[in-house]
C-alpha cells in the first residue's frame, strides 16, 4: 500500500455544514465562515509507525541518489509549485483565511527557499579537506555532511507552505526522507505539498517517494515524535515546543524548535521615520498579525515619536479586515488566538495605553482590524506575551541604549528590527535575537542564504541556509594516514625517546 493509499481528502461542499466526524478523523474549517474544507484520518501510533517505516525504505533510495539526481527531482517539484501557482494560493486563502496577497507572498518565499537548498546542498554538504595540524602532519583530514536518515516536520498554521518548506526542502536536499505533519488547521495545505512532489518526480513511474504525510491532532505529534525518527523539525508556539522537546527526550531524539517571538522594532533619532513607519505596519499587520518574527513592539526616541506615531496611525487606519480575499486583513485562524488579541487590547487600555488605531471595537469575530497603542506599560500582556494578531503597541525611549535594554527584557529572542542611519548595525548586534533587518522589515526571511532561528524561548537550531542544509545533517570526520611518522606516539610499542621529542617539538610549535 502505498501512501496515498492511506491518505485522503474528502473535500464537502454543497451548504458547507460540519458534518459529525468519526473518532477517528478530523475536518479543516474555512475560518471565514466555519465551512468545511476537508476530512482527515488521525493517525494513531501505529500507523505513524508505519509510515516511518515506508519512510525509511525511500530514505535509503533518496541518499544513494547523490546531489545531482536529487536536485533533478527537487527541480521537478519547483518547476510545478511554479505552474500550479494560483492553485496552491487558492487554498491557502480557504484553509487558512489569509489575503490573496499574503497567500502569494508566501509561496513565493517557499519557493525562494526550494531553489536555493536544490541549487547549494551538493557545495555545502559535500567532503572537504580540511587542516589536519602540525602534529598530524602525516595524516589528510577531511570532513563530509552526510544524510540523517528519516526527518519529520512539524508544520504550523499561519505559513503552512513557506514554514514547512524552510525544513522540508533542506532536509531533502540534504539526502533524507521526510515526514511532514502539518498542522491540523490547514491539512489539506499540507497533503497538497505531499502530493505535488510525488506528483512531480513520479511522472516516470517511480513508486518511491521521500517525502510522506501523517495527519491528526497533538496525540499523532507526540506518536512522531517517540517514533525513532533521526530528527525533529518543528514550528509553532513555545509550550507546544516544550512538549515536542519532553517527548522527543525518552529516545534522545534532536529536535530543531521555531517557536513564538515578541519582536520588536527600533527607531533611532535618525531614521527615515516614513519608511520606519510603513515598516511597522507592514511588518505588525501583515497575515492579520499572524507571524512569528512580526513586529508586535516598537521602541523609538522621544525625539521623533510624534512624528513616527502619526505616520504609523495614518498608514494603519487605511487597512481593512474582512472576508473578501483583495482585503488587507484576512481571518484569524485559530478561533481561541481572538481570545488572546482581545485580552492583550483591553489590557494594553486599561493599564493605561492610548490607543491611536482602533480599540477593543476592532474585533469582529473572525476578523480584527488594525490596532496600534501607544504608552503600555512594559509589564503589561501587551507588551510581555505574544499576541500573534493586528495589534502592535509604540513605546517612547530616551535612548538607544534604553531601547535595547527593553527589547532584550523579554523572554523570546527570535527577530528584530532597527531604523537608524548611523547606528544601525551596531544597535542590531547588541540585541538578543537570532535575526535582524536594518532599515527595512523582515528581510531575514526573504533571504535563503541566512539561517532562520532564535534563542530564549523562541527555541534553537536554524532552518535556512548552510547552517539549515548542514542541521539536517551528520557531520562525518575522516582522518587517513598516508605516511608513517618519524615520531610514533599513539602505540605502547614506541621508544622511550618518543614522548621526549613530541614535548620538544610541541613546546616549539606552540610558544
Not at 112 to 133: I, K
Not at 233 to 239: E, L, Q
Not at 290 to 313: K, L, N, P, S
Amino acid at each position: 500500500m502505498t501512501q496515498t493509499d492511506t491518505i485522503t481528502a474528502a473535500t464537502i461542499g454543497g451548504d458547507g455544514s460540519t458534518p459529525p466526524a468519526p473518532s477517528d478523523s478530523f475536518v479543516t474549517l474555512n475560518p471565514r465562515d466555519q465551512s468545511v474544507i476537508a476530512e482527515f484520518p488521525i493517525f494513531d501510533s501505529g500507523q505513524v509507525d508505519d509510515v516511518v517505516r515506508r519512510a525509511r525504505e525511500s530514505a535509503d533510495w533518496w541518499a544513494q541518489l547523490g546531489h545531482s539526481r536529487r536536485k533533478h527531482y527537487l527541480g521537478r517539484w519547483r518547476r510545478h509549485l511554479v505552474d500550479h501557482y494560483n492553485e496552491l494560493a487558492e487554498l491557502i486563502v480557504l484553509e487558512n483565511g489569509k489575503s490573496k496577497a499574503d497567500a502569494e507572498l508566501e509561496i513565493a518565499l517557499g519557493i525562494a527557499q526550494l531553489h536555493w537548498a536544490t541549487n547549494n546542498a551538493g557545495r555545502v554538504l559535500r567532503r572537504r579537506r580540511v587542516e589536519p595540524g602540525m602534529l598530524m602532519f602525516n595524516h589528510a583530514a577531511t570532513i563530509e555532511y552526510l544524510p540523517l536518515g528519516v526527518v519529520a516536520v512539524i508544520g504550523p498554521w499561519n505559513y503552512p507552505v513557506f514554514s514547512p518548506l524552510g525544513a522540508i526542502a533542506y532536509a531533502l536536499a540534504a539526502g533524507n526522507a521526510v515526514i511532514h505533519k502539518p498542522s491540523e488547521y490547514t491539512t489539506a495545505v499540507g497533503q497538497w505539498l505531499v502530493d505535488s512532489f510525488a506528483t512531480a518526480i513520479n511522472d516516470d513511474g517511480r513508486a518511491l517517494t521521500p517525502l510522506h504525510l501523517v495527519t491528526g491532532t497533538g496525540p499523532t505529534g507526540d506518536a512522531l515524535c517517540r517514533s525513532g525518527v533521526d530528527k525533529v523539525a518543528f514550528t509553532g508556539s513555545t509550550p507546544t515546543g516544550k512538549k515536542v522537546m519532553a517527548s522527543c527526550a525518552d529516545s534522545l531524539t534532536p529536535v530543531l524548535l521555531e517557536c513564538g517571538g515578541k519582536d520588536a522594532l527600533v527607531v533611532d533619532v535618525d531614521a527615515d521615520i516614513s519608511a520606519a513607519a510603513d515598516a511597522a505596519v507592514w511588518g505588525s499587520m501583515t497575515n492579520a498579525g499572524q507571524t512569528c518574527i512580526g513586529i508586535e513592539r516598537v521602541y523609538v526616541h522621544d525625539a521623533v515619536a510624534d512624528d513616527f506615531m502619526g505616520a504609523v496611525a495614518e498608514k494603519a487606519q487605511r487597512l481593512r479586515a474582512g472576508s473578501d480575499p483583495a482585503l488587507d486583513l484576512g481571518a484569524i485562524t485559530m478561533p481561541g488566538q481572538v481570545d488572546i488579541i482581545e485580552r492583550h487590547i483591553n489590557d494594553a487600555i486599561a493599564a493605561g495605553g492610548s490607543p491611536l488605531v482602533g480599540g477593543p471595537e476592532s474585533v469582529a469575530r473572525p476578523f480584527v482590524s488594525p490596532v496600534v497603542i501607544a504608552d503600555v506599560p512594559e509589564d503589561s500582556a501587551a507588551v510581555r506575551e505574544e499576541t500573534f494578531g493586528p495589534l502592535v503597541v509604540i513605546n517612547r525611549v530616551r535612548s538607544m541604549d534604553e531601547a535595547v535594554v527593553r527589547v532584550n527584557a523579554s523572554e523570546f529572542g527570535l527577530g528584530a528590527t532597527v531604523f537608524s542611519r548611523k547606528l544601525g548595525p551596531e544597535i542590531a548586534r547588541r540585541l538578543r535575537v537570532g535575526m535582524v533587518s536594518v532599515n527595512s522589515v523582515l528581510a531575514y526571511g526573504a533571504m535563503p542564504a541566512l539561517p532562520f532561528g532564535g534563542v530564549g524561548q523562541s527555541g534553537f537550531g536554524r532552518i535556512h541556509g548552510a547552517d539549515g542544509l548542514r542541521e539536517f545533517s551528520r557531520a562525518q570526520s575522516v582522518a587517513r594516514r598516508f605516511a608513517p611518522a618519524p615520531v610514533m606516539v599513539t602505540t605502547f610499542d614506541k621508544p622511550g625517546w618518543s614522548m621526549r621529542a613530541m614535548v620538544t617539538m610541541v613546546k616549539t610549535l606552540y610558544r
